[in-house]
């Protein structure tokens, strides 16, 4: 099946509607057993240029692709950010409220940055908005099932948020050996769970969700 290209008709929708900024959104490690869950943000305002060439939704594209796609992502995007919840955290809140304090964190930093947040919209792949309910004056939120496929900007958030968290479960092999987290970037295959089996879980598994799964 032939996937058409990511475009920015509905961020410019957006603008024409009277966003100042259309904050892209979309999350990383949602499925993960150990690590933390990413969100990246990518803001686009009327000016942005046509994005870099080849640019997919992270899934869509190879990790050496990934890698090649990353900073030509954030040098397009006026502004790029990714935040973080812990495993710790998801084990304490919930994955939904994990990623609605992932998410609050990227746009303290947007903020930090000169974002003005709220003349903005939030354009957030899928269809449950996690976001406002993690803030106390939540800005426009735009839903859109498979942003992340269609919408360049949030394929550019897919791409950066999946290559930093990538790049922190690597380093962390270097901590918490033998998991194969280089490979796996932390999600359940067969070689990661029969590691726990042999090594126990470690400080950054999601130790909830391995009691769920060997329930």
């Known amino acids: ?20 900024y259309v904050i892209d959104c979309d999350e990383v490690g949602r499925g993960a057993i150990a690590g933390p869950v990413a969100i990246g943000l990518s803001v686009v305002d009327r000016s942005v240029p046509a994005h870099p060439v080849g640019l997919r939704d992270s899934k869509m594209l190879s990790e050496k692709r990934r890698e090649a796609l990353a900073p030509l992502a954030a040098s397009w995007s006026l502004v790029s950010v990714v935040g973080l919840a812990s495993a710790q955290e998801v084990d304490s809140v919930g994955i939904v409220a994990a990623l609605g304090l992932a998410g609050k964190r990227a746009l303290t930093s947007l903020h930090s940055a000169g974002i003005a947040i709220h003349e903005s919209v939030v354009l957030l792949d899928g269809a449950h908005d996690w976001v406002s309910p993690a803030l106390t004056k939540p800005p426009r939120v735009h839903l859109r099932v498979k942003a992340d496929r269609d ?10 948020a999946k290559v930093h968290r990538d790049r922190l479960m690597i380093e962390a092999d270097a901590v918490h ?3 194969g987290w280089p490979g796996n970037k932390g999600y359940g295959s067969a070689d990661h769970f029969a590691a726990i089996r ?11 969700w391995l009691h769920e799964r060997t329930a």
């Open 198 to 208: 042999v090594l126990g879980a470690s400080a950054m598994h999601r130790q909830t």
């Open 177 to 179: 050996p033998g998991y």
């Open 151 to 160: 919408c360049a900007s949030v394929a550019a958030a897919s791409v950066i």
């Open 1 to 20: 099946m032939v996937v058409a290209d990511p475009t920015l008709d509905v961020e410019r929708s957006l603008h024409d509607a009277g966003a100042r």
